[in-house]
């Protein structure tokens, strides 16, 4: 029997995914977490939660690995940006202890976390594209020669959670926007519908098994906080010719954004998105195409058959440790 002990680092307040992985690896194997912080939530909704030093320390990669003998870890999933590159780059080492990295390549995931590289990737493919302008002279030239025009779209070239994302209307607000952050990315700014889209690309087939889709109502600090599911086959063929572009793999995350029927790419992340709890309650069932993966078993392609118009709310929920 395979041991199928799954590893989720940076688990950090993503108790609801903790919650459907217990639930499907219950009888095959533990949920065990980790974190920086003795105060993130998922450390104590999974079967054992370990408080690990930060992902910049330099003993962080000795401390994981330490946890996969102990816990007899087949697989190791992380749940932020930041921290993909540095497994994706560890990924030798973590198989020679017999740990699968359920990450894409170490290319597809240096794209997709730079937003400059991601544009200038999605514009040499010939995908529709924003117009992304590298710093104020760029832009200055473009506008200058009647070639872009207010309102543009603000955000950072690493950033996540829409942090310094923001909509801009004068040429004042955009100086004033960047003597703030100077490591800001100006884009056109695409006035349309947003859609977030959930991904799973089987890890050893390298096929794309589901492409979720769903309209967001209401972002809430960067993340999706009402969500509607929908069919779109457009949206879906786009994602799975992103997808084999990058030859990406494992769970994604991806914002596509629409106007005027064209379907622009906002950002991916190379990783579960926050609004993935939507996707496993309409059937998309990615914890357990994890637990097939790491047993050697490929999935089964299941492109767009899951039931349309489903909701869903974000709300709070509290952990408690008593002493
Ligand atoms: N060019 C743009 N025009 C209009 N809205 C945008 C644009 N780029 C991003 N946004 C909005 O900002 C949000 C955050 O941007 P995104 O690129 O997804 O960065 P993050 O990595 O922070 O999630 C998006 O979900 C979208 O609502
Ligand atoms: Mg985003």
């Known amino acids: 029997m395979h041991k199928t002990n799954i590893l989720i680092t940076s688990a950090g307040r993503r108790t609801k995914l903790i919650e459907y992985f217990k639930k499907e690896f219950y009888g095959s194997g533990k949920v065990i977490t980790a974190d920086c912080s003795s105060l993130a939530p998922a450390l104590y909704t999974s079967d054992k939660g370990y408080i690990v030093p930060p992902i910049t320390d330099s003993g962080y990669l000795t401390k994981i690995m330490d946890i996969c003998a102990r816990e007899n870890i087949a697989a190791v999933l992380s749940l932020i940006d930041p921290e993909l590159l540095f497994l994706a780059e560890s990924r030798k080492a973590f198989e020679d202890i017999g740990v699968k990295i359920i990450a894409p390549d170490y290319r597809g995931i240096d794209i997709c976390n730079d937003k400059t590289k991601m544009h200038d990737f999605l514009g040499k493919q010939g995908f529709d594209n924003i117009k992304t302008y590298n710093g104020l002279d760029v832009f200055s030239d473009a506008y200058n020669a009647g070639e872009a025009a207010f309102p543009v779209f603000v955000k950072k070239r690493f950033g996540s959670a829409s942090s310094g994302a923001l909509k801009i209307n004068s040429m004042a607000g955009l100086k004033a926007a960047l003597i703030e ?122 492109i767009g058959q899951y039931p349309e118009d489903v909701k869903m709310m974000k709300h709070d929920d509290v952990v408690i440790i008593r002493p």
């Open 181 to 302: 952050n100077g490591d800001l990315l100006i884009q056109d700014f695409i006035d349309g519908v947003e859609f977030g889209i959930d991904i799973y690309v089987d890890l050893i087939s390298r096929e794309v098994v589901s492409v979720f889709i769903k309209r967001k109502f209401y972002m809430r600090s960067g993340e999706t906080d009402k969500a509607v599911s929908i069919i779109n086959p457009a949206i879906a063929n786009l994602v799975v010719e992103f997808v084999k572009s990058l030859n990406l793999a494992g769970p994604l995350d991806m914002d596509i954004i629409e106007n005027d029927n064209r379907y622009y790419i906002v950002d991916i992340n190379c990783r579960f998105g926050g609004g993935y709890p939507l996707a496993y309650e309409c059937g998309e069932n990615y914890p357990s195409y994890i637990i097939n993966n790491i047993q050697g078993r490929e999935n089964i392609a299941r």
